[in-house]
Structures are given as C-alpha cells and as structure tokens.
C-alpha cells in the first residue's frame, strides 16, 4: 500500500549545505521539524564504538539509517499538520550501500510532498566537522547524486537561494504556501 504524505516535506542535498540550519529557522518559527536521522546515528555508533558508520560498514549504516527513517515516517502517518523533514527514507545510500529489497519497497510505498527542497553546494558555508569528513568537491558530487535520485523517485527538487538562513525559511514557507493553496 502507498501512503502518500503531501504535508510532509523534505530538505535534502549534499553535507554542509544548510539543511539543519534551515530546519532549526523553521522549528523557531513554529513549525514542525523531524531531525536528521544521519548525524545522530553517526554520533551514536561513534560513541559506543560501533562500526555503522559510513567510513567503516556503510550497509549496516545505510541499513540502520533506513530502518530509522521508515520507522520515523510510520509513527507520523496520522499527523496532518505540514513537518518539515532534515532527510529522509529516499536520503539512504551511498558507495558501498545495496539497498535491500524491504528498502527499495519503502521507497516507493512511503511518499513525501513532490517538491522536495535542496540547498545547493555553497562553498562559503562549507565546513567539515567530526561527523562530516567529506571534501567540498565530495558534497558537489553528492550534490548532483541526490537530484538525480530524487528525480527518478518521481520527486521535483526545488533549488534553495544562496542567502542567508531567514531568507531561506521564508522562500521554503512561500513556496509550501503557493503549492497547496
């Protein structure tokens, strides 16, 4: 069965793009947000040594991660007000990552809002960190991936402005009004 969630939409891109910033604009202006589920699967499994982290076993993080995001999108599918998502169930991937049958199905079975938004690569605001190792050049890369996964997925990426983060919220809030209006 499909279940198809119009009020449920996606921020999605590259790492250090803005997503989690944009997400937090949005919980301070009243929204509902779900946080990434990728940052914090990392900060756990470094924290208890485990190896599900995309360095070192990147099916058993694909896999962890994924089942985490379909379980987050299952235990809100009663939920009728709009939620902002800092990635998703499509977010699950990457090199060395074979998604397995029970995946693949999810991706197909549970749906966000057609327009999905994508802060573009902005070398300005790049930085890596402890959870984030990839190079700018990684996240251009990644950039491009994500757009065209997306699009095969049926969904229509919608390019974010490179401005500041206020600005951001504001373009994300018109556009989510203009789409369901």
């Known amino acids: 069965m499909i279940v198809s969630k119009p009020n449920f939409f996606l921020l999605t891109g590259g790492p250090g793009v803005g997503k989690t910033t944009l997400i937090e604009q949005l919980r301070a202006r009243g929204e509902r947000c779900v946080e990434e589920t990728h940052r ?3 900060r756990d499994e470094v924290q208890s040594g485990g190896s599900a982290v995309p360095w070192i076993d990147s099916q058993a ?4 991660t994924a089942r985490e ?3 987050i999108f299952d235990s809100m599918i009663d939920v009728e007000e709009r939620v902002f998502f800092d990635r998703g169930v499509p977010d699950t991937g990457g090199a060395g990552f074979t998604p397995p049958p029970w995946f693949a199905e999810a991706l197909h079975t549970r749906r ?3 327009h999905v938004f994508v802060p573009p690569p902005w070398r300005e605001i790049y930085a890596q960190d402890a959870e984030r190792k990839q190079t700018f050049e990684d996240c251009l890369a990644t950039h491009e991936v994500v757009l065209k996964a997306y699009r095969a997925l049926g969904y229509q990426p919608v390019l974010l402005p490179l401005t500041d983060v206020e600005t951001r919220a504001e373009f994300v809030l018109a556009y989510v009004e203009g789409t369901s209006a």
Do not use: L, S
Not at 61 to 64: A, D
């Open 61 to 64: 993080y694909g896999e962890r």
């Open 69 to 71: 995001d379909i379980a």
């Open 112 to 114: 966000y809002n057609a």
């Open 40 to 42: 914090r699967v990392i």
